[in-house]
């Protein structure tokens, strides 16, 4: 029997570049991401010592890095309030689709029509299709019915579909 850091190890090392990737949807940067990501392991890895050492459920990790944008989200809120107004832009040179993907303009494109799409929209897409999760486990994670999950993601797909169009059409125009 494997020792629980090797099977967790194991269990981070197939599903930590999917959670980066959903994290990345909630953050500014790549290193908040982490951050979140970092911190919902770490919640996760206390959590499951009391019931078992085994890796969680998917739906759960999804929900607790939610559940940590929301909180990042609420403290960087209030911070700004704080201080002095400060421009902050989106440093989207780090590769979130695929790092191999980066030169190729049509993975351009479509990084930049999810970013637009709405946040409800987007994390719904991103753990369907880049988490590998089930409507159901979107569901779960996210607290809302299959079928709110389902047409979400119908929705964002339809958006994308007539942005990316609307984009090669100018583009060869």
Same mark, same amino acid.
């Given at each position: 029997m494997q020792h629980p850091s090797q099977v967790w190890k194991e269990w981070l090392s197939e599903h930590s570049s999917r959670f980066l990737l &959903?994290?990345?949807?909630?953050? =500014?940067?790549r290193a908040d991401a982490e951050d979140l990501v970092q911190d919902a392991i770490l919640r996760m890895w206390?959590? =499951?010592? %009391?019931?078992?050492?085994?890796p969680p459920d998917l739906p759960l990790v999804y929900s607790t890095?939610?559940?940590? #944008?929301?909180?990042?989200?609420?403290? $960087?809120?209030?911070?700004?309030?704080r201080e $002095?107004?400060?421009?902050?832009?989106? %440093?989207?040179?780090d590769a979130w689709l695929d790092p191999a993907a980066e030169d190729d $303009? %049509?993975?351009?494109?479509?990084?930049?029509?999810?970013? =637009?799409?709405?946040?409800?929209?987007? $994390?719904?897409?991103?753990?369907? &299709?880049?988490?590998g999760l089930t409507f159901l486990q979107i569901s779960e994670a996210l607290a809302?019915?299959?079928?709110? #999950?389902?047409?979400?993601?119908?929705y964002a797909m339809e958006q994308l579909a007539h942005q990316l169009k609307s984009l090669k059409a100018q583009r060869h125009a």
């Open positions: &959903f994290a990345r949807g909630w953050t =500014q940067n206390h959590y =499951q010592a %009391d019931h078992g050492n085994i890095i939610r559940f940590a #944008a929301l909180n990042h989200l609420r403290r $960087e809120s209030r911070r700004r309030k $002095e107004s400060i421009l902050y832009f989106n %440093d989207f040179s $303009e %049509d993975a351009l494109l479509l990084r930049d029509a999810v970013q =637009q799409l709405s946040d409800k929209l987007r $994390e719904v897409v991103v753990m369907k &299709f880049w988490g809302i019915s299959p079928n709110t #999950a389902a047409s979400r993601y119908r």
